[in-house]
């Protein structure tokens, strides 16, 4: 199933937290076409790191950062990035802004330069995929747990980006929601990186997993 | 949020009890506000920087602060002489650059730089939160010193909420520019804010209520005020009388 | 919007806090114990708000002053909120300063109070929608306004030379003012929809003020 | 291990938000003495409702609330409650609200009748206890979050509590925190309830869990 177009590549990254904790030490992995990665590893042991340093939210100390093929270094290198990769933060708190439902998912897409009609049609279809119909008008914050994750998905998706980054996406998550999260990312074609703790989950949901440990990547599994 | 006060330093001026150093910025601030002296502004001016040595401040920060201020005055600077009226110094067009006005423009000068130094010196070497502790023993109303605490401890978790929501709206392709979409989305984002610490006050408050409070606050931190102390509120107060005694002799007379 | 240090001259700077003080004991007493946490935490989100917003106004940007926001929901303890807010930003940032601080207490939070018994009744009764958001604007601008006219009329009592700088002023300010009337108004909205206990608190607080 | 003394007892009791959605429908259970239960669930089952329900902080919609051998109902009948059952919150900034650890350690003994001088007798030695000698006179909101986990539970211990309930104790800790915390609790001799969504920490901290779900809790295992 892997593709052959080389869509992220992490080389030697370095990476200290402002206190001076160590947390990436060397850690080097690809990405490629329509491939799914599982990266597992403890608390603090820099997964959610990994996904900020190839969103540009977090500076790496030293390493190479290529994403869609162009080395980035800049803020400014990055904003490209943001256009065309999706991450899905851990906590939907931190994701969800607007009142309702329908306005979240259309931030998005307002700010890939869509007219607010577009962008409201593009949010009410992408609810409709995600099983989120009747959603739209509902209040965000009034929402279950989760069913903000599932409307953070909406948003993240409403993008279209060419590549997904999800932060524990099942964390919390009763089983039925967990099971309609691993459907709902089965039915899509992007290329993947899912970060989690849980390695049930992620072996149904992926192909292969990595472990993050000691500030590194290590362990390809099939 | 990382405010850069000064207050980690360690010196003399750090290590003096909070109480006498709130007394004596107040009473130096009021004295400032009071004179039109340049002489005696001159002075102050003199003595902040003395102070603001002694305690080892960082001049990049302070330095950065004061070019702050003084924009402002350079606008009085470059206005208010062409309104004042007076002997001229010059003309620029049609309008007097007048002298009366220009030394009116030069004492705020003094005055602003003289009361910031001092005010950095004295209140910025001391952490916020034991100047909390410095008024309810000064005896400021018990609700305006709860509010300053809670309102100090709850800065740093809102700015967290709020770098984290700025950071998934960075990665939503969120770019601010002069568009409705852009207020909109800043209205939404502290509006989230607001319902979020509307609700953690819910939460705080039951967790005092667990912790068996009563509608009293017992506030623990106590000060010793020890020799050196002492000495500085002496030397302080001969300070002040000195520069009292130097704006009522000196009535209006420039020098 | 606020008095710089050193500008203000001792006559005036005792007026302003002649004139503070009453009205932070009024905001006060209004305030319950229980109701600190909520009153901090605002003041919290208020001191954030306003420091790291900036709202883009052609090539340059602003950062919003939300009295008025402030004002619909607080009330009278907009005072003492503001008293906080403002000694905060003197003592970390150097905005404004200890002798101004009466003025400038005076200056944000009385066009606050005002917008309160303005507004607050307008904005509950108005429902989610658009006429939430007119009246969170109006609220936005009348307390922006109203607090430049007070700090234009300290600002020339302090020195009749003055004037020119108020003139400068004028025309961003008004311009700012419909900045900050339309943030408002899209603040006033959310909070409609999403929390509107919240513009119930400050009766809540008026009601059960007496301890 | 288990005592015959009933320190609480929940029966049949419903709890729905302002929403209106029901949370509790039916929830019964019983916590002796010495006893170590874990409670755990998924995101918005309910556990935390629970442990709401037990301090006074949420009225259930119908059904018995005993605590101490009493019947609790009113917001009088909590006050008993609170000074000696001892409440650990999820989110530790919502724990700590004083500006210093020690002024927080010592604000439930404060408020408990005891002097300024034997309150902070008793934090400073909490402090030592929990291995936070050092930390009195530091500013909470500068700690990390593991410190001000721990510094919460010093707070609640500082009460001397007969009964302790623990919101996730263990969430967001990296393993050697969470360690600590399974450490500390091992050594003490109160009845617990632990909530917690990660069953593999419950096990280490607990005799026996109960599960939370639909509004029941269910499923005694030894």
Chains 1, 4 share one sequence.
């Not at chain 2, 520019?177 to 207020?183: A, L, P």
Request: aromatic fraction near 10%; hydrophobic fraction near 50%; proline fraction near 4%.
């Amino acid at each position: 199933m892997t593709g052959t177009r080389r869509l992220v590549s992490l080389r030697d990254i370095h990476f200290s937290h402002e206190g001076g904790r160590s947390v990436l030490a060397g850690a080097s992995f690809d990405l490629f076409d329509r491939q799914r990665i599982g990266l597992c590893g403890h608390v603090g042991s820099g997964k959610t790191t990994i996904l900020h340093i190839i969103m540009g939210l977090l500076r790496p100390d030293s390493g190479i950062v290529e994403v869609f093929g162009e080395r980035r270094e800049k803020e400014k290198d990055f904003r490209d990035v943001r256009g065309r990769a999706g991450l899905l933060f851990q906590d939907p708190d931190d994701q969800l802004f607007c009142p309702t439902v329908l306005e979240d998912t259309a931030f998005g897409p307002l700010n890939q330069g869509y007219s607010r009609e577009e962008a409201l049609e593009i949010s009410n279809s992408m609810l409709h995929l995600l099983g989120l119909g009747g959603f739209g008008e509902r209040i965000t914050h009034h929402l279950s747990g989760g069913e903000k994750r599932l409307v953070s998905l909406a948003t993240v998706l409403a993008m279209k980006p060419e590549v997904l980054l999800l932060d524990e996406p099942f964390s919390g998550l009763d089983p039925r929601s967990s099971e309609r999260i691993v459907e709902i990312l089965a039915g899509l074609s992007q290329a993947m990186i899912i970060v989690s703790h849980d390695r049930s989950f992620l072996e149904n949901a992926t192909e292969s997993s990595l472990v993050v440990s000691d500030g590194i990547i290590s362990g390809q599994q099939a | 949020m990382s405010c850069a006060t000064y207050y980690t330093g360690d010196t003399y001026i750090h290590r003096l009890d909070p109480r006498p150093k709130v007394v004596a910025t107040l009473a130096f601030s009021v004295l400032a506000a009071l004179t039109s002296h340049p002489g005696v502004l001159v002075a102050g001016l003199i003595l902040g920087a003395f102070l603001v040595s002694l305690a080892r401040i960082s001049s990049d920060a302070l330095l950065k602060r004061l070019l702050r201020l003084n924009i402002f005055m350079l606008l009085l600077f470059i206005l208010v002489p062409l309104t004042f009226p007076g002997e001229p110094l010059f003309m620029v067009g049609t309008l007097l650059y007048s002298y009366e006005g220009l030394m009116w423009s030069v004492i705020v000068t003094l005055k602003a730089n003289a009361i910031v130094l001092v005010f950095a010196a004295l209140m910025g070497t001391v952490d916020p939160f034991v100047l909390g502790h410095a008024f309810h023993h000064l005896k400021v109303p018990e609700k305006l010193t709860h509010l300053f605490m809670f309102t100090l401890r709850y800065i740093d978790v809102l700015h967290h909420e709020y770098m984290a929501l700025i950071r998934a709206m960075k990665t939503r392709g969120f770019i601010p520019s002069m568009r409705i979409h852009t207020y909109r989305s800043y209205a939404y984002l502290t509006g989230m804010l607001i319902v979020r610490s509307l609700e953690r006050s819910e939460r705080v408050m039951e967790a005092m209520k667990c912790r068996g409070y009563d509608g009293e606050f017992h506030v623990v931190s106590h000060f010793h005020f020890e020799k050196r102390d002492a000495i500085f509120l002496l030397i302080t107060s001969a300070v002040l009388v000195i520069l009292s005694v130097a704006i009522y002799t000196n009535r209006g007379r420039l020098w | 919007m606020h008095i710089s240090e050193g500008v203000a001259p001792i006559g005036i700077a005792l007026a302003g806090a002649a004139i503070a003080v009453p009205c932070i004991a009024v905001g006060l007493r209004a305030l319950r114990d229980e109701q600190i946490p909520r009153a901090a935490l605002t003041a919290s989100v208020l001191f954030v708000s306003t420091l790291v917003i900036r709202l883009p106004i052609g090539p340059s940007s602003v950062h919003p002053l939300l009295g008025g926001l402030a004002g619909l929901f607080l009330g009278w303890a907009a005072m003492p909120v503001f008293l906080v807010s403002l000694f905060l930003q003197a003592l970390l940032f150097q905005f404004g300063g200890i002798t101004t601080l009466g003025i400038n207490t005076v200056v944000m939070g009385l066009p606050a109070v005002l917008v309160y018994y303005l507004f607050n009744g307008r904005v509950r009764k108005a429902g989610a929608g658009k006429s939430a958001f007119f009246w969170g604007m109006m609220a936005g601008v009348t307390a922006y306004l109203v607090s430049f006219v007070l700090w234009a009329t300290a600002l020339i009592l302090c020195g009749k030379q003055m004037g020119p700088i108020v003139g400068i002023a004028l025309i961003p300010n008004i311009i700012v003012a419909v900045a900050e009337g339309i943030f408002t108004g899209f603040v006033a909205a959310f909070l409609l929809r999403v929390y509107p206990s919240v513009f119930e608190l400050s009766a809540a607080r008026s009601k059960g003020g007496k301890r």
